[in-house]
């Protein structure tokens, strides 16, 4: 998901946030804790988010929204990131600055990992599928891991 947010003030980051490059995590310079982070797991595939109470210049408080890479380049490099934050390792909670890069919207997609083809685990049973053409080809239901392999290879040696 791409949260849309406007920049967070660098200055105002930099005043109220620590940096520890070790644990990759923002220390509150009050408190001295780390920033809250919003940790949700949808599947495969873990988020961190930070929700930063802000006070702005009419003095009315805001919750800031963004993601927690976001706020780490920010603090580290001091501009705010004009496109996507990305993590190399693709765990998305570790935000140390070694693991942060920035890549555009299409190169971030493209660091997905999705099934593609071969075999994959359903309850008990194991799928065997192919990509042929842009299409996924259903070959079966198999009880064991080397059964659906040995389908999978069969039915790509045949579409060769």
């Known amino acids: ?58 003095g009315l408080k805001k919750y800031y929204n963004t993601t927690y890479g976001r706020l780490v380049y920010t603090w580290v490099t001091g501009a705010w990131p004009d496109c996507d934050v990305d993590h190399k390792d693709r765990d998305q909670t570790n935000n140390r600055f070694w693991n942060l890069r920035l890549v555009t919207r299409r190169g971030n997609c493209q660091n ?33 891991r080397e059964e659906a392999e040995q389908a999978y290879l069969k039915a790509a040696d045949r579409m060769r």
């Open 1 to 58: 998901m791409r949260l849309k947010t406007i920049p967070f003030p660098a200055a105002d980051l930099l005043e109220r946030f620590d940096y520890d490059p070790l644990r990759g995590v923002l220390i509150n310079k009050r408190t001295n804790k780390p920033t809250n982070k919003k940790i949700r797991n949808r599947g495969s595939y873990i988020s961190a988010t930070s929700i930063i109470k802000y006070t702005d210049s009419q």
């Open 112 to 144: 997905r990992t999705t099934f593609r083809g071969g075999v994959q685990k359903i309850r008990d049973k194991w799928r065997a599928r192919i990509r042929w053409n842009g299409k996924q080809k259903h070959i079966g239901m198999f009880l064991t």
